[in-house]
């Protein structure tokens, strides 16, 4: 929630400052500028993104659920939002430079809601055979 809090400051600054007054306007920013600007904001998003998904995982208490998965939605708002700013920008060769295995996006809730699906479909086949005798 710290690196989440700290993008969210960073972003704001960036933005117009405390007072909501825009910025004034800087020097001119090039293609490439802006598509790293906007590449490296999705990397740490996904990043942010990643910790939140295993601390709501590995919550138990229901009302902290509750404020993790709604930190969880506006984190997943903005990395589509990001998304679409990389394909407006659409570098073909972009430099950009992470780290291998900085960013993972994780395939287990797809898993997971396949195997529970696997096992509603055992459940209600079994009572439906058991219905039958």
Known sequence: MTD??????IEHVQSGGADGAPAAPGP???????????ACLYINYMRIFARLEACYDSMVH????????LS???????????KHMLVKWNLPN???????GA?????????????????????????RDMLRM
């Open 4 to 9: 989440l809090g700290e993008q969210v400051h």
């Open 28 to 38: 001119q920013i090039s293609v490439v500028e802006a598509f790293q600007h906007y």
């Open 62 to 69: 229901p009302q902290k659920r509750i404020d993790v998965k």
């Open 72 to 82: 969880l939605e506006l984190v997943i708002r903005r990395v589509v939002e990001l």
């Open 94 to 100: 972009p430099d950009v430079r992470v780290e291998s």
């Open 103 to 127: 960013v993972q996006v994780s395939e287990m809730r797809e898993s997971r809601a396949r195997s529970a699906r696997a096992k509603r479909e055992r459940i209600a086949k079994f009572m």
